[in-house]
């Protein structure tokens, strides 16, 4: 082998090395843009015997980004589930969405909550309480929602097909 030939594959593995090297650092980078929520449904009733129980609702963004916020609801629906009844984590927003093997006692509209934030800087933590009265024996399905906004690269980050990302996270609360 000629010293022209070693040198023509070394440059060809060094190209090799940094194309690799390159894609890796350019997932690593697109990947500090994806947006991460945290959400929480916190539960805690009151120590009378007046069936009501505080809910509290917190979303925290992780990630580096700002995440510009579409909308976020909060559905509360209320059940009786009898002995050896089934309740799903799932939570419907849309009534017709409900599984017709858990039909809530009545159906509430999902209400829109932090109306004023128009988005969630990084490490900021959005925080509220809800009274809620629940009738004795009976369970509230509650569902939190976050819809956002990507932006272009957040967009590229996360592989999302629309400009939309949604978060849910669901609880099951009863005395």
């Not at 010293?3 to 090799?16: H, Y």
């Not at 994806?34 to 505080?54: F, K, Y």
């Amino acid at each position: 082998m000629e010293i022209n030939e070693l040198i023509s594959v070394a440059g060809d593995i060094a190209t090799i090395v940094a194309v690799l090297v390159g894609g890796w650092f350019a997932v690593f980078v697109f990947l500090q843009f994806a947006p991460i929520l945290a959400l929480r449904i916190l539960s805690t009733w009151a120590a009378d015997e007046s069936n009501r129980v505080l809910l509290r609702v917190e979303i925290e963004n992780k990630s580096r980004i700002r995440v510009h916020k579409q909308a976020i609801h909060l559905q509360i629906l209320e059940h009786n589930v009898p002995v050896g009844g089934i309740l799903s984590e799932w939570v419907p927003f849309e009534e017709k969405t409900i599984l017709s093997t858990e039909q809530p006692i009545s159906w509430n509209e999902p209400m829109e909550i932090f109306k004023s934030s128009k988005g969630i800087d990084p490490g900021e933590t959005l925080v509220i309480e809800r009274l809620h009265y629940c009738h004795p024996n009976n369970v509230l399905h509650v569902g939190l929602q976050v819809k956002a906004k990507l932006g272009l690269w957040g967009r590229i980050a996360t592989q999302v097909r629309g400009w939309n990302q949604r978060w849910t996270t669901t609880r099951v609360v009863m005395k």
